[in-house]
């Protein structure tokens, strides 16, 4: 069995994370198995919602970061690798200035990539095939800086679209009343003639929540109900963040994005009237891993 490993870089606007996976051909296709997975809360949504650019000290960060990326991606062998960045990065003044100059100090290229082309590159994890293709799903990814909805119809994709409604954003009250009616009136409108309609839940806040609701399963894909959700956000939301730290043991970057995750996932499960959402815990990577194996596979076929 032959094992070859791609990484992927995503540059979030909350995090940025370096996931290494492991390929190998099975019996029924691809398997992927990841090798390592690497977070830092760099959170460059902060400066660039409130303002316009991401300060020095933060580039300086990114920049570190990418370096030590770069080691172990070569400690690990990695043949191919892509590296993305979303919402923060796509609307800082100097975004363009910083992926020249980490491309000078690392050599790592960085591709700002649209609203759009994170759904698609979400969208090709196709993890509907993990579920019934009778139903109908809504795939919501939630960020630091953008929320990406994906519809799901009997296996195919009906309609897709990015908002600018973040956990960075919101936690620096930076979103409008406008964008949440916006989000609402497309989630109503594309959802009611495929009724019902289960989510698919994707983010590092949505697997949190799914933990803290004991509710995973030995086999099959994670869900976790509507009313789960509401009742660990009452918990979350009834202490302090310092206490909400140690009582839930969460990191400080993860105990106060959380309750603006949780209120994304509460609203569109009621625009869709939807009651669970399922977690199969991938997201914005592995869909880069999957599209780096799928371009280096068709390489590799003779014309």
Excluded at 4 to 15: E, T, V, Y
Excluded at 173 to 188: C, G, I, P, R, S
Excluded at 216 to 228: A, E, F, M, N, Y
Aim: aromatic share 6%.
């Amino acid at each position: 069995m032959e094992i070859k490993r791609f990484a992927a870089i995503d540059i979030g606007s909350n995090a940025m994370r370096l996931l290494i996976m492991n390929v190998f051909e099975g019996k029924d296709g691809p398997v992927f198995k990841k090798a390592s997975l690497v977070r830092v809360p760099v959170r460059l949504g902060q400066e660039v919602f409130t303002g316009d650019e991401i300060p020095e000290e933060k580039i300086e960060t990114l920049t570190t970061a990418i370096k030590s990326y770069k080691l172990l991606m070569e400690a690990f062998n990695v043949i191919k690798l892509r590296a993305c960045a979303t919402s923060a990065m796509r609307e800082a003044s100097n975004g363009k200035d910083i992926v020249k100059r980490i491309k000078k100090d690392t050599g790592i290229k960085i591709k700002i990539i649209s609203g759009k082309e994170e759904a698609d590159i979400i969208y090709a994890n196709h993890i509907e095939h993990l579920l019934d293709h009778k139903n109908s799903y809504l795939y919501v990814d939630v960020g630091g800086g953008s929320t990406e909805i994906t519809l799901f119809a009997k296996n195919e994709l009906v309609a897709s679209k990015s908002f600018q409604i973040g956990t960075v954003r919101q936690l620096e009250n930076v979103v409008d009343v406008e964008a949440w009616q916006t989000m609402k009136k497309w989630v109503k409108e594309n959802t009611q003639n495929h009724q019902p309609v289960y989510l698919i839940g994707s983010g590092g806040n949505i697997n949190r929540l799914i933990k803290m609701s004991r509710s995973t399963k030995k086999k099959g894909t994670p869900s976790i109900s509507k009313g789960q959700i509401s009742t660990i956000y009452k918990s979350i939301t009834s202490v302090p963040l310092e206490d909400r730290i140690s009582e839930f043991d969460m990191n400080p970057d993860r105990a106060d994005v959380i309750i603006p995750a949780t209120e994304i996932f509460l609203s569109i499960l009621k625009w869709a009237k939807s009651e669970k959402v399922y977690v199969p815990q991938i997201g914005l990577a592995d869909g880069i891993v999957r599209e780096l194996y799928r371009e280096y596979t068709e390489k590799q076929v003779p014309a």
